[in-house]
C-alpha cells in the first residue's frame, strides 16, 4: 500500500524551510541589524558607613503620657529628642502607668500621636515600646487584669496605624521589666499568645512585631519550625514576629534568652535551646524578620572576633548605641584584622558599616539576543556585605541616558531586595529592548529608593556612597 502519509511529510518539511529562508530574508533586508557593546563601570567596594533606613546604632527616648500634661508639650519634647537624636532609628519607650487601672485618656493618645506626628516629620525610624515600668517594678505597676492591657492595645492601634509611615517595628506586648516581657504577672504562654495576637490583629501589617526570646516565638506560633521564604511578607503573625536581645552577649546564655540543655520534645514549644541551637535558629528565622538589641557585661562572648561571628549569625539590624558602653569602647580598642578592605579600622567600625544590609553593585554583563523580541538582558549581580537582610521592599529603577543628547528614560525594575541575603550575591536580569534604541552610546544608573521614607538606598561603592544613583555600566549602539 502506498504511504499516504510521506508527501504531507515532505509538504509540511518544505512549509517549514521556506518559513526559515522568507524570515531570514526580512531580517536581512528590513530589521535593521545592530551590534550591542557593553562595557560594567569600574566599582571597588566602599569602607564608608552608609545612611541608610530600617538599621543601624539608636538611641533611646522615654515619655509618660500624663493628663497633667499638654498636646503641644508633648510634641515639644518628640522634636528636641529627634534634633538631638544623630541616628535615623531610635527606640522609643512610652510608659503607660499613669493608665493602668483605666483607659488611656484621649490626652493620652493625643500625646502619643504628637509624638509620632513629629518624628515621622523629621523622617526617623521608630522601634516603639509600650510598657507600665522602667525600674525594676512591673509587678507591682502593671494593670491588674490583661483585659486592661487589651484595651489599651485596641485604644493605641488607631494611632499606630496612622503613622505605619515611621513605626518600624513594636517590641514586646506592653508587660515585664522595661517592656521585656520577664519579671511580669502575665507571663504565661496562653496569655502571651493572646496579646501578641491582639497586637497582631489590630495593627497594621507593615509594622513588624518582636518578642525577646527564641523560645516566645515559638510559643507564640505554636511552631518549632522557622519561617520559610514561601510564608514571608505575607503579613501573617508569624511572618511579622522577629526578636530583640537585651542580653546579647552577655554570657553564653545571653542572660537567660538561652539555655544549657539541648531542645529535646517537639511537642514543647516552650523550651529554650542551647546557645548553638538557638543560633542556628535564628539563622534562619531572621532571613526574614528583624533581630537587634542591646550588648551587655564585658566577656569573651562579646570579644570582636566571637561577636562579629554571633551578629552574623544572629542578622542583627540594629544596636543600642550607648550601652553596653564597656563593650562598645572594647569594639573601639581592638583593630579589625582580615583580608577584606575594612581589615585596619576598629571592631566599632567595622560592625556598625555591617549592622542590617549593605548593598553593593558587585557585578554586571549583557547578553544579546540576535532576533528576539527583547533584544539584550543586563544581568545584575548586587551584594549584600551585611549582616542582615533589608525587611522592606524598595523601588529601584534603571536609568538609561544617551550620551550625545542627554536624553533619558526610566526603566522600573521587578527586583525584590529582600532576596539579597546577608554576606551573599543575587543575580537579577533586566530586558533591554535595544533594537527600539537609536545608535549611540548610553550610560546605565541603578536608583533604589524607600517608598515609606521617600530615601535613596544608598550603596557601597567607592565614591558614591552618598548619591542617589550608581553607575552600571555603558551600551554602545551601532
Not at 224 to 233: F, I, V
Not at 404 to 416: A, R, V, W
Amino acid at each position: 500500500m502506498k504511504n499516504k502519509l510521506l508527501p504531507r511529510l515532505r509538504f509540511l518539511l518544505f512549509f517549514m524551510c521556506a518559513s526559515l529562508f522568507l524570515a531570514a530574508l526580512y531580517y536581512a533586508f528590513f530589521v535593521r541589524r545592530i551590534t550591542v557593546v557593553y562595557t560594567p563601570a569600574s566599582l571597588v567596594a566602599s569602607t564608608e558607613p552608609l545612611d541608610t533606613p530600617y538599621c543601624g546604632f539608636y538611641q533611646m527616648s522615654g515619655f509618660t503620657p500624663d493628663d497633667s500634661g499638654s498636646v503641644d508639650d508633648a510634641a515639644l519634647w518628640s522634636s528636641q529628642q529627634c534634633d538631638s537624636d544623630p541616628y535615623p532609628l531610635m527606640l522609643l519607650e512610652i510608659n503607660l502607668k499613669n493608665y493602668a487601672e483605666q483607659s488611656l485618656s484621649q490626652n493620652a493618645l493625643d500625646q502619643v500621636d504628637a509624638i509620632l506626628t513629629s518624628c515621622a516629620f523629621r523622617k526617623k525610624q521608630l522601634i516603639l515600646r509600650f510598657l507600665y515600668d522602667w525600674d525594676g517594678n512591673a509587678l507591682q505597676t502593671e494593670p491588674s487584669s490583661v483585659s486592661r492591657i487589651e484595651e489599651h492595645i485596641q485604644q493605641l492601634a488607631t494611632v499606630l496605624n496612622a503613622h505605619s509611615d515611621c513605626v518600624y517595628l513594636l517590641q514586646g506586648i506592653f508587660t515585664g521589666n522595661n517592656g521585656e516581657m520577664h519579671d511580669t504577672n502575665y507571663a504565661s504562654p496562653a496569655i502571651q499568645r493572646q496579646l501578641m495576637q491582639k497586637l497582631a490583629d489590630l495593627t497594621d501589617p507593615s509594622i513588624y512585631l518582636s518578642v525577646r526570646t527564641p523560645a516566645q516565638l515559638r510559643s507564640i506560633l505554636q511552631n518549632k519550625n522557622t519561617l520559610r521564604s514561601n510564608m514571608a511578607y505575607n503579613g501573617s503573625l508569624a511572618s511579622r514576629l522577629g526578636l530583640f536581645n537585651d542580653g546579647m552577649l552577655g554570657s553564653d546564655s545571653d542572660l537567660g534568652t538561652y539555655d544549657d540543655t539541648p531542645l529535646s520534645d517537639p511537642s514543647n514549644f516552650e523550651e529554650k535551646g542551647t546557645r548553638k541551637e538557638e543560633l542556628r535558629f535564628q539563622d534562619a528565622l531572621c532571613q526574614y524578620v528583624p533581630n537587634g538589641g542591646e550588648v551587655v557585661l564585658d566577656n569573651s562572648y562579646n570579644d570582636l572576633t566571637s561577636a562579629i561571628q554571633s551578629l552574623s549569625v544572629m542578622h542583627i539590624s540594629y544596636l543600642n548605641a550607648a550601652y553596653d558602653p564597656t563593650v562598645l569602647e572594647k569594639w573601639k580598642r581592638t583593630t579589625y584584622v582580615s583580608s577584606d578592605a575594612f581589615s585596619g579600622c576598629s571592631g566599632y567600625d567595622y560592625i556598625r558599616t555591617h549592622l542590617g544590609y549593605r548593598y553593593r553593585i558587585d557585578a554586571s554583563s549583557v547578553h544579546f539576543h540576535t532576533f528576539a523580541e527583547d533584544t539584550a538582558t543586563l544581568y545584575l549581580t548586587i551584594a549584600n556585605d551585611g549582616f542582615a537582610p533589608a525587611y522592606r521592599q524598595f523601588d529601584t529603577i534603571l536609568s538609561v541616558t544617551e550620551q550625545t543628547s542627554g536624553l533619558t528614560f526610566q526603566i522600573p525594575l521587578e527586583l525584590d531586595n529582600r532576596q539579597i541575603a546577608s554576606a551573599d550575591t543575587a543575580v537579577f536580569p533586566v530586558s533591554l529592548n535595544v533594537r527600539q534604541w537609536e545608535a549611540g552610546t548610553y550610560s546605565l544608573t541603578l536608583t533604589m529608593t524607600d517608598p515609606t521614607t521617600g530615601q535613596s538606598i544608598p550603596f557601597a561603592n567607592s565614591g558614591y556612597e552618598t548619591r542617589t544613583e550608581v553607575p552600571i555600566g555603558s551600551i554602545s549602539v551601532n
